[in-house]
């Protein structure tokens, strides 16, 4: 091939991977741009212009697809300010699964190396491998958030927030206070909603799935009952401040460590329902609640500003 053949076949490379309607002018532009450069390098090396040449300048210029792309406006369907935030979440979450895989797994009879390879195999395809669909779907949930943005950009303009802020408002502190009380009601005694739901007719098999063993009664349940209670004040308090003092988020934050180690006490020491069924969701639950606690505590740890005074080296 010629020089200018050579020119003409990166040009029609470059230009198939452009929409339609761009092609014919990046084209000429392209073609007018390469064969300028050429030139100037034939004048640079006092000699003709060749094959040669041309295939060591195209080549100096860059991938035909790497050029498409500086001619097509950019696609970016997660945005980079979101880039360690997605990555971020996606280990989260995909770590909370995997440990919960794990926990399901350790709970069945291990008699031998092979039941443990088994199960370790059993984990991967049926928990690993499946567990992608958590970042896809944060891939879906970013890509909508940077679209939305580009779309309506004076919705996020900045705003200032207080440091001391009540996280989601008032509002969402009232439901807090609520769910607290529901779960103190259910602590207290978790078969009223059978009475509430079905008038007291429910089947003896259904009370009993929600009859708590003596063991929890007496050991776990009055630590948990009290530790959820003393939330409430502390809420109510925020709720009429309008924000949290850094006195108040430090109890709260002691407040919380206390409430994850009763209920991992609570999880390992023995069965919390009659039922093996119910004490198992019970079990499930409480590892959520604590494995949330634990991540939002980090969350707050690794977002807290402390600015430091500059240390200016002796002259």
Known sequence: ?????????????????????????????????????????????????????????????????????RYLPTLAIIDPADGRKFL????????IIWVLGLVKLLQQ?????????????????GVVIPSLWWPGMLVVVFGVSAWTRRKWPQDSDWKPLAADRLQGGRAAT???????????????????????????????????????????????????????????????????KGRWSTGMRSAETGQTLLLIAVMAWTVMDGPIFLAPASDQIAKTLMVLIVVWALVDMLFRRLRSVRPAPNHQSDS
């Not at 009879?109 to 395809?125: N, T």
């Not at 209670?229 to 308090?237: F, R």
């Open 1 to 69: 091939m010629t020089a200018n053949e050579l020119i003409e076949s990166y040009v029609a490379d470059v230009a198939v991977r452009l929409p339609r309607k761009q092609r014919n002018d990046v084209a000429f532009e392209l073609r007018a741009l390469l064969a300028e450069q050429l030139q100037d390098k034939a004048d640079t090396e006092a000699r003709g212009a060749d094959a040669e040449m041309a295939t060591d300048m195209l080549r100096a210029f860059g991938s035909p697809r790497d050029i498409a792309a």
């Open 88 to 95: 971020r979440i996606s280990a989260i979450g995909l770590a």
């Open 109 to 125: 009879p291990i008699h031998s190396g092979w039941d443990l390879l088994s199960g370790l195999g059993q984990w991967w395809g």
């Open 174 to 240: 009232v439901m807090g206070i609520v769910g607290m009380v529901c779960g103190l009601c259910l602590l207290v005694e978790p078969r009223w909603i059978l009475d509430v739901i079905w008038g007291g007719k429910a089947a003896p098999a259904a009370y009993r799935a929600l009859t708590y063993t003596e063991q929890f009664l007496n050991r776990q349940a009055p630590w948990l009952f009290v530790l959820v209670a003393v939330y409430i004040p502390m809420y109510i308090t925020a709720i009429v």
